[in-house]
């Protein structure tokens, strides 16, 4: 491309790259500030004229949000299991895709902490948690990890910056994400020590209500079995979502991005993670039904309720669970690249699914003899306050992949 | 809350929980200082390597 035609911000373009014109791009930012707008006007609402401008309620003090938060916490998994494979187990070819999945992963996290700003109702108090810390409460031990695992990816997402192109002309910047890359071994350990906590933690916070026989497991020391399931659901559909959004940003930017070995080796290893999952899962669920049974909590109490029916298994464990697993392990089906984008489609919905049973159905079972169900329905300040952070989300991933190198395969995929 | 706040209590738990959290947070503090003074030396040792050439 001549300089004459080259867009007005060219220079700041990662060497030997192409980008649309400027302005085509700052149409773009605008035409995502709309629906971001809507978003931040619900936030605000919520913060201004308190929670009872949402549908939640006694019934229901966790809804959209938490389960999104869930959700979230999950796919962006794929940043500390992207970067336990390449810096910890030493998968090289994944150094192509783990900027993209740090991206991503900074996405997830400030959209969960973000949430929970909205959610808490009083964002102003939000400290409180660190100063007066519950130490025996789970949701404490995930606040600080997920705030210091957020920590960890700004660290991982900082030589990203540094490495701008007329950033890194500077010599301490240059010097300073040389050596933050060497030392991204230990960051990326410390992130898989904090993400292996707080994803578990999630999962033990449903795990240990005693008195929810639907949610309510046993399990291993402190830790009920939803714990570690919560792992490993989130390390099986990370990668997944990395993969998702990787071919989104493709379709959107009209070129290839990432190679597709790299691509294949992600999809191969999520798809075992999540056999393993579903087998473990679903002996978690037989021995759940047997025992619930016996104290007097029957199977079919759980799944009595409408919208609440027998479906929700059928589809979490099957529709969402062993179609993108089958999808995902064979190798014909994995090369087809719509059937590749299907089963990570469905297996990031299943996460969803899964997050969302856990906590918002577990509270829509009724457990006591007069107690009635009570149906949930989040309203549009729910809903636009969490899409706000999708929003946004898309804003940081264009900017990040108009400005900063991302994408290493790239120039030599599109000479 | 540190060990002075007044609701510390000198127990496993919080020095487990707690403990858990400053050395996490120690350790990022180190290492982005340790990249931090390692390029500002780079800097240096490059500049006066700079001058001694010319």
């Known amino acids: 491309m001549d300089s004459a035609s080259a867009p007005f911000d060219s220079a700041l373009f990662p060497e030997g790259t192409r980008r649309c014109k400027l302005r085509w791009f700052l149409l773009w930012l605008a035409v995502l500030h709309g629906p971001l707008m809507i978003g931040v006007i619900a936030m605000l609402m919520c913060w201004g004229l308190a929670l009872n401008v949402t549908n939640l309620n006694n019934n229901y003090p966790f809804g959209l949000w938490i389960a999104a938060d869930l959700g979230i916490i999950a796919l962006g998994a ?107 071994p230990t960051i990326a350990a410390i992130g898989v020590f904090l993400s292996f906590f707080h994803q578990g933690s999630l999962g033990g ?48 930017a009209r070129k290839k991005l990432v190679k597709r070995n790299v691509i294949d080796i992600l999809a191969k290893i999520s798809g075992r993670l999540l056999v393993l999952y579903l087998v473990l899962k679903t002996i978690d669920t037989v021995y759940w039904v047997s025992t619930a049974g016996k104290v007097g909590a029957p199977f079919s109490s759980f799944y009595a309720n409408s919208p609440y029916g027998y479906w929700v298994l059928f589809m979490e464990l099957g529709i969402l669970g062993v179609i993108p697993a089958i999808i995902l392990l064979s190798e014909k089906a994995r090369k087809n690249e719509n059937i590749l984008i299907l089963a990570c489609v469905l297996n990031c919905a299943g996460i969803f699914m899964n997050r969302w049973i856990m906590t918002v159905q577990s509270l829509a079972v009724p457990v006591l003899p007069f107690d009635s169900y009570v149906g949930y329905h989040p309203n549009w300040v729910e809903y636009a306050s969490t ?3 999708v929003w946004a989300g898309v804003i940081v991933v264009s900017i990040s992949y108009r400005y900063l190198p991302i994408f290493s395969q790239e120039k030599e995929l599109n000479p | 809350m540190f060990p002075f706040a007044f609701e510390w209590a000198n127990d496993p738990v919080h020095f487990v929980f707690m403990g858990a959290l400053y050395t996490v947070l120690i350790c990022l503090v180190i290492i982005l200082h340790y990249c931090g003074i390692r390029a500002f030396l780079d800097l240096i040792c490059k500049k006066k390597g700079h001058d001694e050439h010319h």
């Open chain 1, 78 to 184: 794929g940043a500390f299991f992207t970067g336990f494979l390449r810096y910890v187990v030493k998968i090289d070819e994944l150094k192509h895709i783990v900027n993209f999945a740090v991206v991503i992963g900074v996405i997830c996290y400030a959209s969960a902490q973000g949430m929970l700003g909205v959610d808490i109702g009083q964002p102003l108090r939000g400290w409180f948690i660190f100063w007066h810390a519950n130490v025996h409460s789970m949701l404490t031990e995930v606040a600080f990890c997920i705030t210091c695992y957020f920590m960890v990816l700004c660290i991982e997402y900082l030589p990203l910056i540094l490495e701008q192109r007329q950033i890194n002309r500077l010599g301490f910047f240059h010097g300073m994400a040389h050596h933050l890359h060497e030392a991204m």
């Open chain 1, 205 to 252: 916070v449903p795990g240990v209500l005693y008195a929810r026989p639907f949610a309510f497991r046993e399990g291993f020391l402190v830790w009920p079995w939803t714990f570690f399931l919560f792992i490993l659901s989130a390390i099986a559909c990370g990668p997944c979502f990395t993969i998702l959004i990787t071919w989104i940003t493709e379709k959107f």
């Open chain 1, 387 to 389: 899409l706000l952070f």
